[in-house]
Each structure stands twice: as C-alpha cells, then as structure tokens.
C-alpha cells in the first residue's frame, strides 16, 4: 500500500493505539501513545489522573524531568493539566528493537516536594518499511546444481518491531526458483535445474512485507548468473556469534572471530567475509577483515548510547556462493560518568529567622552510568548550617540544621559533591550561593553603659554636653537609629526644658542656663530606637553634672549687715592675749574652693591689738588689754572666697573694753548721728511702759541666778540671733573653711529698747575663751545703779540679764 493509504488509516490507529491513565503500583501513572506524534499532543490529563487542580499545578511549580535522556520528550500545560509532548518520539531511535519501548518522566511538585513517576510507553507505528540492503543481489549459480539446492539470501530489514516488522516473503513467479522461508533465514530453492545454453542470466525479484496497516514493503533483485559445477556454499561454525565488549575500548580492540567453511577446491573454496546488515549509525563502529573474519572496534562504543549491537555477516566462496550468521555484540557498562548536580529548586535570600529544618533548596542528582556506577551520595563538605536530606530516588532537599544570624554570616557557599559507587569512584561537585536576608533581631545597643556630661553653671542655651551613641548591626532600616529622650522631670519641671536630643547624631545639647546653687546634678534616660518593623529599642542614663563658678559673693551672718543694726560687744579689762573676744561667721553659697573663706582685719582703732583668725573668723587679742587701751574699739574685717576672680564682703565689728556697765560710757558716738533723735524717743517710751514689769521681773531673775550659779549674759536690742536651725541646710560643717561651727553657741536676748545699740555677753564653749570669773557680773546694787542712770543716758537703753543654764 502506498503512503496516502498509510495517511489515510492513521487517525484510526491513533485512536485505537490510545490508552489513558493506568494507575500502578505506589501512585505512579501510566500512559500509552504511538510513536512519532506530533508536538503539543496530549498524552492524558495528569491533574485530572492525580486529583490537583489547576491552581495546585501553578502554585507547587509542577514540572517535568526526564530520566536518563538528554532530551526533553514531554511537558505540561500548567493551564489544561494536560501531560503533552515535546518533541516527536521515534520508537526506533529511542529503543531499537526492544519489544516495550518506555520513555520515563518525572512529575515534581513543590512545597512540599512531591515526585510522580510517568511511565510513557511508545507503541509502534508502521512508520518504516522493510528494506534490503542492497537494490540487487549478484548469485553465481551453477547449472550443476541439484534441484532442492538452497541459496541463502539476505534478509530484508525493518525498524519496526512486532506485526509492523517484516512477516512474510513473496518471489516473483519463473520457471527455475521457489522461496522457503524460516525463523532465520531466507532460500531460494532450485526447483527445475538451470540449464546455462538455454538462459544464462535469471533476474527475480524478491519482495518483503510486513504486517502493519497499512502494509509495507520493500524489494531487491536478485541477478542469477548461470555457471558451472559450484556445488557448495560456506558454512558458519555457529549459527549465532555472542560478545561482550567493554565501552569506551579503543580501536583496533578485537571483538571477536567469525568462521566459515566452504567443502569446495579452489577457487570455489576461498571464502571471504563481509559485515550485512548493519545500520548506517554503526556502519564507522566495527570493522572485519574479510579474509580472516575478525571484528575489530574502528569507533566510539558508548554504553549510554547503545548498549548492545547485532549485525550480520556474510560469507562468500570464490564463484558467488553466500551463507549468513548473525552476531550479537553486548556492551557491558564502565564507570566513565561523574554524577551531574541539578538544582531544581533555591529559596533565595533566606529569612534569617527560618526555623531549623526548613526546606531551602531541591537537588536532583543523575548519573548516565547503569547498576551501581549510577549509584550517588551527596554530602556538603563545608562546616555551615545546612544538610542534605533525601527525599525521592534521586531527589534531595536542602535544609537548615541550626538558626541563621545574618549579622554573623550573611552570606554562604555550599558546595555539594555526589559520588558514584564506581569503580574508581567519580565525583562532581555544584556551589549554590545563599543570601541571609535581615530580620530586626538586634535591639540598638549603646556604646557604654552609662553617660556623664559635665557642664559649668551659666552656661549658654544650646551648648553640646556630651553625645550618645549606638549601634544596631542589622541592616539598612533595621539598623538605622533614632535617639529621642525618655519623659521625666527635673526639679519638678518637663526633661525636655533642661535637655535636648538630635535624633540623627546623639549629641544632648542644653536647653537653659543651669544655676550650680539650685541643684548639682541629675539624670535623664536617653532611648535609641531603629526603624525595623516591629522597632527595638533600649535605654541608657546619662547622669548630668553641674561645675561651680565663683559666682556669690561671700554672705555675713554674724555681725549683721550695717543699716539695720551694729553689734557692741564688751570685752574685759582682764583678758590676756589670745582670748576669744567674738567670730565672724560668713558663708558663702559656693562650693569647693569658690567658698573656702579667709578672715582679713583691714581696718581697726589700734592695729595691734586683736587679730582673726584667717579660716575661722574668730577675733582674739594679741596681747593683754592696758590700761592705755582706748576703751571703744571698731574693726572693719574683709571676708573673701577663693574664686577666680575673688569676691568679698566686709562688715564691722564694735568692741567695748570694760569690766562694768557703770563704767560703760554713752553709746551716742556709735550710734549714727542722724538717727540719735528717734533712738532717744524710742527709750523714753520703752522705759516708761515696762518699768514696773521689768522690776518684778528682775527680782526673778535674781532669785533663778543665785540658785543656778550661771554665767549672765547681756545682750542689747539689735542682736543677731544664729540658732543651728537658722542655717541653711548646704551650709556644712566644714572645719577651716568659713562656714559657721557648731563648737560655738550664740544666744541672743532682745530688749524694748533701741533698735541700732546693741550689747552682747558673749560665751563660747571653745577652749581660750575668756573665763567666767573674767565675765561681766553685776549685783543688785549693780542694777539699781544701772537704772538709776537711764534718765541721763536714754540711749544706753534697757537691758536684760538673764541667767542661761
């Protein structure tokens, strides 16, 4: 039948050939189509035939692996499901004569990985006709032959397999030949003897059929020269040769040896030899030597190409007399493929959060070679935090084995090596690049872990204390960090009007004056915050401290100030040199050596008489009281800090030297001029209205005094007052620096009486102080006298001795 015939039917032997979805052992499916389709035919629907849906495919990246093929013969159609072809599949370049003809493919589906295995058996299709190898068979035949004397004749050849192979014979019709045909080979049989005279050139014309539909077939002809008296053909000693070879033998390697026989003498014995029957990709493989019949390898043999070879060989005696064997050629497999690495699938950069154990890669590992030298193992070789786990056949997953820090390694380069079982064992390797992509995990940290900022009092608005810093080692915004302070007050007021923070930098400015008097120190929480999502923040104290500047002048409690007052104090005629006479008490609201006080006398009414002391303030005689010693005595003492520049203040001091207020003269020339008139007023007053009180009162007094044996003192209205609690707190205690001492007690008494003279007793509890049989004591007599004088001297004043336990 011709090809429109062939064309004709094919549709029809589509359909009956098609056999869709066989479901095999452990999931795997099967499908059944004809060779030579044509691209994009539908195999079968594989999501229909796994129960996905189109979605699924898409998402899980299913896709098509062929195994053991270079080639690519089927696809999927992600939008129908459909399983279709690639490429057209020809049986006989894929499988030769084999009878079952499977190309296997794999269906990989992701997350989670998942593998079908997809056999496709490739039925035949009378595609190829048989086929002679030559047009025209020479046969030298001579007319002595014997009726019944078989011819060998060369077999016809047909790709196809099966009832598409060649199935029968058919000879032309002539007077002389029959054909007989078996399993093995094709004779003409001489059924009427030849006779030379009468036809010396016979042509028949021999014809294979093979049983496709449509039928092909193929013709040779076959010219018989008539000779004479060559009565027998070669003989093989075997019917069928077999050979084992090893791949990749290098050529000129003997293959094996053929031999044939021939009983004849002669010429009509010679036999030569010669490959039949080979195709034309092995035509350039092998080679024989036509005299002695040896096989030798003239090209490649590859076992992954071909794994086993047949062709046949002729034999052939001087006067044309041919005999055939067949030769089978089995190729046995070496170790001559290194594994080849595939990576199917890469997560990549990787979250350096991914939880240990997660599936980050795909690796399919193939190795050309059969039995064991196909058989691989892959291992990492480095020291990172990942494994190779198997999965299915040939699949292995990439996992992490431990936590990823991004901030210690960011990047990796895994080598993966596979190793075949050959032997020598073979080895390749495949570097995969992984990136860690950043997390906020890291929380700014600061550089130290707390801050001091030092700053002088009166300091300008805006002026850079210190500056904070920290780092975030994560990456771009996670790692980028905004400083801001924490609320809070500071002596009760906002941080923020204290203190100010640039966001970009760190540096704390100020944002007022600070006064050192007010407050010395205080603490503000600085926040560092990076911009990941969520943020991460932390905090650190930044404890501010304030410096002193000599900013306060020196303050006087004792004398006080001139203008309100001015203190007298009697000092006895007795007193011996160095006898605590009276004190200065200054403070100075200062600290450290801005407030380290020294005492100056820069003026008095006899300059060798009394001194001070220089950090205690006290003022002592230098020597005895004479009797030429002017009894009013008036020091003008100088207190200074020791600043930089100094600040001072001064005061006066009025002393009286007398052992008897009788003796005490008129206070007028102490008192201001101007203020003499009202004082005197003021007297009369006090005087008249409390005279009979104070006699009564007096009486008292005396009566407590004799009891108790106490010293008296006097003090005259005017008198300043310093109980240890009029002190303000930050005045210390410091010896030698000024400050008032709690060794010293000061009472005062104040009277009715004027407001500018003032006259103090004083004690001390101080070792050189004068004693109390020095001290001024007065009788009743003594007061009687007193009294009796006040009309003549009102601006004495009233007075008061009361007896202090």
């Keep these: 039948m011709g090809d429109k015939g ?17 479901h095999l052992v452990n999931g795997d499916l099967s499908y059944s189509i004809p060779e030579e389709m044509k691209r994009e035919s539908v195999i079968g629907n594989i999501a229909k035939d796994l129960g996905l849906d189109l979605r699924t495919l898409s998402s899980r990246k299913a896709r098509v692996d062929s195994e053991g093929t270079r ?10 499901g459909d399983l279709v072809t690639s490429e057209k599949m020809d049986r006989e370049s894929l499988c030769g004569k084999k009878p079952s003809c499977v190309v296997k493919v794999d269906m990989l589906l992701e997350n989670p990985l998942e593998l079908h295995r997809v056999s496709v058996h490739i039925h035949d299709v009378n595609d190829n006709s048989p086929k002679f190898r030559e047009n025209e068979v020479e046969m030298e035949i001579s007319e002595s032959a014997e009726k019944g004397y078989r011819f060998s004749i060369e077999e016809a050849h047909d790709a196809d397999i099966g009832q598409n192979a060649v199935q029968r014979y058919s000879l032309q019709k002539n007077d002389n030949f029959i054909l007989a045909v078996d399993s093995n080979k094709v004779e003409l049989v001489l059924e009427n003897k030849l006779d030379r005279e ?25 010219h018989v020269t008539v000779l004479d008296a060559n009565d027998n053909a070669p003989v093989f000693s075997q019917a069928v040769y077999k050979a084992s070879l090893p791949e990749n033998s290098p050529p000129d390697t003997i293959v094996i040896n053929v031999s044939a026989t021939d009983a004849d003498e002669g010429l009509n ?4 030899y010669q490959l039949s029957h080979v195709s034309d990709d092995d035509i350039n493989i092998f080679s024989i030597d036509s005299n002695t019949g040896e096989i030798r390898v003239t090209g490649v043999i590859d076992y992954e190409e071909i794994c086993a070879f047949e062709m046949s060989v002729q034999a052939k005696d001087g006067l044309g007399l041919t005999s055939y064997t067949k030769v089978i050629i089995d190729v046995t497999d070496m170790n001559d493929n290194a594994p080849v690495i595939y990576l199917k699938s890469l997560t990549n950069p990787i979250p350096e959060n991914v939880s240990p154990g997660a599936e980050v890669g795909i690796i399919n590992v193939q190795d050309r070679d059969s039995e064991n030298n196909r058989q691989v193992s892959c291992l990492i070789q480095q020291n990172v935090p990942f494994k190779l786990v198997p999965s299915i056949k040939n699949y292995y997953s990439l996992v992490t084995t431990g936590h990823l820090d991004r901030e210690l390694v960011s990047d990796y380069n895994i080598t993966i090596t596979a190793t075949d079982e050959g032997s020598p064992p073979l080895s390749s390797s495949k570097t995969v690049q992984l990136s860690v992509a950043d997390i906020n995990d890291n929380p700014p940290v600061f550089e130290e872990q707390s801050y001091s900022a030092y700053v002088t009092e009166n300091n300008k608005p805006g002026s850079t204390l210190c500056s904070v810093t920290a780092r975030d080692p994560d990456w771009r915004q996670n790692g980028t960090v905004i400083y801001s302070l924490l609320p809070g007050e500071v ?8 203190l100010s923070v640039n966001g970009d930098t760190g540096v704390i400015h100020s944002v007022r004056s600070f006064d050192y008097e007010q407050f010395r120190s205080f603490k503000v929480h600085v926040m560092a915050r990076d911009n990941g999502s969520p943020p991460l923040s932390s905090n650190v104290t930044v404890s501010v401290f304030i410096s002193d500047v000599n900013d306060n002048s020196p303050q006087i409690l004792y004398p006080a100030p001139q203008g309100n007052s001015f203190m007298t104090e009697l000092v006895p005629k007795a007193a ?9 008490i200054a403070v100075d609201a200062d600290s450290g050596q801005n407030a380290w006080l020294s005492y100056h006398i820069v003026k008095s009414t006899d300059p060798g008489l009394f001194t001070i002391g220089l950090h205690s303030g006290e003022i002592r005689t230098q020597r005895d009281i004479s009797e030429s010693d002017s009894m009013k005595q008036n020091l003008i003492v100088a207190v200074k800090d020791n600043g930089q520049p100094s600040l001072s203040a001064t005061c006066s001091m009025y002393l009286l030297i007398s052992d008897n207020l009788a003796e005490v003269p008129e ?9 003499n008139s009202k004082l005197t007023s003021y007297l009369i ?3 008249v209205s409390v005279s009979t009180f104070f006699l009564t009162f007096i009486i008292i007094i005396l009566g407590v005094r004799f009891c108790r044996r106490r010293k008296p003192r006097l003090l005259f209205d005017g008198a300043v007052a310093i109980p240890s609690a009029y002190l303000p707190p930050n005045y210390a205690d410091v010896d030698g620096t000024g400050t008032l001492r709690s060794a010293y007690n000061y009472d005062a008494y104040l009277t009715t009486g004027s407001r500018t003279s003032d006259f103090k007793f004083v004690s001390s509890y101080n070792d050189n102080t004068l004693p109390a049989d020095q001290t001024l004591r007065k009788s009743p007599s003594d007061f009687a006298e007193v009294f009796g004088d006040c009309d003549s001297s009102p601006e004495v004043g009233a007075f008061l001795c009361i007896c202090h336990s």
Excluded: M
């Design 6 to 22: 062939f064309s004709a039917l094919w549709p029809t032997f589509c359909f009956a050939s098609f056999i869709v979805t066989l």
């Design 71 to 80: 080639k690519r013969y089927c696809d999927i159609n992600l939008s129908t």
């Design 198 to 222: 009468k036809q010396n050139d016979i042509n028949l014309l021999l014809t294979a059929l093979d049983g496709g539909s449509p039928q092909r077939s193929g013709t040779v002809v076959i």
């Design 269 to 272: 014995g010679d036999v030569t």
């Design 491 to 498: 002596n009760g007021a906002p941080v923020s009007s204290y």
């Design 576 to 584: 011996h040199g160095g006898s605590l006479v009276s004190k200065v």
């Design 667 to 675: 206070l007028k020339d102490i008192s201001y001029d101007e203020k």
């Design 685 to 687: 007053i006090a005087l």
